[in-house]
């Protein structure tokens, strides 16, 4: 025991998770790893272990290990290497809930094809709020909402507002976001603004949010969510 204890007082946080998960591939605890590796801006580091880890990982977990390696080029603001990687986990897992996330992000990157810059910016703002670095992430967002992704950064700003637990400004951005945007696409705010009425105990208000989801995409996967969120309600 007390080897064992040296062993670890003198590794780095990733080394002695790393030397923990080659004894249990557990999937938390890859996703820890990948998120010390995020926080370090050790994004080439990171998908080398995700790649390491596809030998030995359950098949059922290759959506979104892909998935974490698409997410890592992008945040690196590797934009073209990462379009590629997310076409590949639609391609390869279509039938999957990360094969909509992926076409999230296509959407983002097509839409904010003509301003890269900005693109990187939102992109490093979402690794901000993943990695939980809130206040630095809120700071980098409030930059980018006059930009050409506004739609984005209002929606990313409300969800490092909720994450930091501060709902009512989370759902004034939200109303603002539907007010603004009528015909936005992004429907992870439609879940986000129902989970910050919910928690506000503004149950009627949330179960419009989802109905109303349902009724504009019928035949979708996020109509499929809804429903499940519906029924917790």
Known sequence: MIII?????????????????????????????????????????????????????????????????????????????????????VARFSNNEVANNALERLYLIEMARKDTVALKGLARAICLIETDQLDSAEKSLKDLINGAIHEYALYYLALCYYKKDELNLALAILKDLDKDFKNHKIYPSKFLLAETYIKLKLYKEARKVLEDLIVAEPNSAWAVRARQMLLGI
């Open 5 to 89: 204890f040296f062993f670890f007082q003198f590794q780095s946080p990733v080394d002695s998770l790393k030397a923990i998960f080659s004894q249990k591939q557990d999937i938390d605890l890859l996703i820890q790893i990948n998120n010390l590796y995020r926080l370090a801006d050790k994004f080439d580091s990171a998908n080398i272990f995700l790649k390491e880890c596809e030998r030995y990982i359950e098949k059922d977990r290759f959506p979104l290990l892909s998935f974490l390696i698409a997410e890592n080029l992008f945040f690196a603001g590797e934009i073209l290497n990462a379009r590629e990687k997310y076409l590949g986990v």
